[in-house]
């Protein structure tokens, strides 16, 4: 396992910057205040899981941090840069840095897995033959080398999801963004895609945001470990906890608890006691 000096030198940071910092952040539509002064930090190498009750304003977090969202007040500090006062131009320079997995896939349909996959790269004017190798590449990550030529019509709900994770890791992103990866499928299926995400996090070290409405994923990713022999999740030996999973939990705005997940699981705030019973 990699040093956290060795995690923070592959994000380009020092090993105690975060890659993602929420300074005080509010933002609100029609006046609706969604999220109230939200802080947190997100370290290299981490895994944010992002819970909470539906509308508590976790997708506008994933927004606010890929800049598609700009905060009413705060700061927003993303791989060392303040991104709050960006142009388009330099956010566009720093989303080639971020992979993002939207809800419901958000595949072009009209186009074949190898050119979803390829999106990116074509943006970016790679040579095909080079695009066609890191498309293999990603594509065998995600364990589907086979569907390469198949559109995404042909393809079930998990394979969707997978075409959009190696999507999103094709250009070799620092951080991640998942929204709700796993949204709509059956738990047999969700926990491939949760292999994937651990997979990412154990053998990439990517550092990630991830949401989900599903308590099971994010104890299956904080008491797993993706092994890369077996190429399998596999349990942590009783008692032991992934140390780079940690939880952010968000209630109509606020930021509900901020910690690991034995602080969680031994919280004594009614609130949160009630949420996960
Ligand atoms: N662009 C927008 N314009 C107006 N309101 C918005 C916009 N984006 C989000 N909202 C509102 O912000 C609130 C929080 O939405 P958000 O999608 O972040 O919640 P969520 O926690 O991700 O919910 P879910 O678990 O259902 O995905 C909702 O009331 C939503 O209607």
Known sequence: MPSKEQTALKHGLPSDAPVVAFDDVSIGFEGNEVLRNVSFTVMPGETRILLGPAGGGKSVLLKLVDGLLKPDSGRIFVLGEEITSMRERELFQLRRRIGMVFQESALFDSINVEDN?????????????????????????????????????????????????????????????????????????????????????????????????????????????????????????????????????????????????????????????EYLA
């Open 117 to 273: 996959v390829a999106y990116r790269l074509n943006e970016e004017g790679v040579a095909p033959e080079e695009a066609h190798r890191r498309v293999v590449e990603a594509l065998e990550f995600v364990e589907l080398g086979h569907a390469i030529e198949k559109f995404p019509s042909e393809l079930s709900g998990g394979m969707r999801r997978r075409v959009s994770i190696a999507r999103a890791i094709i250009t070799g992103p620092n951080l991640i963004l998942y929204d709700s990866p796993t949204g709509g499928l059956d738990p047999i299926t969700s926990t491939t895609i949760i292999a994937l995400v651990a997979k990412q996090r154990d053998v990439s070290q990517t550092t990630s945001l991830l949401i989900t409405h599903r308590l099971q994923d994010a104890f299956t990713l904080a008491t797993h470990y993706y092994d890369q022999k077996e190429q399998r999740l596999e349990p942590l030996p009783a008692g032991e906890l992934e140390e780079n999973t940690k939880f952010l939990i968000l209630n109509e705005g606020r930021v509900v608890f901020d910690g690991t997940t034995l602080e969680l699981t031994h919280s004594e705030a009614p609130w949160i006691r």
